[in-house]
């Protein structure tokens, strides 16, 4: 259908809309008359349509919600502790020990081996 084309409104026979322009014109034609002066329309939407004043909300209002304790101590809850900081288990190793059961009087001279690719560097 072309956009420009005039078509006739569902609820009032006596409107011509163009094509283009029908989503918004139901939403305002599909209401009774009497409340469409006290309803503004959305300026960003204007197809959408707000409930009406019958209709249940979603979720209750705010003041409705009970409100939290300020003070913790008549919370029904107490905070869990915090995890301690992780103790490393203790060593079974003694180096100390170990050397003197070798009874090395004077340990060997540490000699650092440096290679390039498989030939040793003076």
Do not use: I, K
Not at 3 to 23: G, I, K, N, T
Not at 38 to 56: K, V
């Amino acid at each position: 259908m072309e956009p420009e084309a005039l078509v006739q409104c569902p609820y009032d026979r006596s409107h011509q809309v163009r094509v283009s322009r029908l989503p918004y014109h139901l939403v305002r034609c599909q209401q009774p008359r009497h409340l469409l002066p006290r309803q503004a329309p959305a300026p960003a939407a204007p197809r959408y349509a707000p409930p009406p004043p019958g209709c249940p909300q979603p979720c209750p209002p705010l003041s409705a919600v009970p409100s939290v304790p300020a003070d913790p101590q008549d919370a029904a809850w107490t905070a869990p502790e915090p995890p301690r900081a992780w103790q490393p288990p203790p060593c079974r190793e003694d180096w100390d020990a170990e050397l003197s059961e070798l009874q090395l009087e004077d340990p060997p001279p540490f000699v650092l081996r440096v290679t390039n690719g498989d030939l040793p560097v003076p």
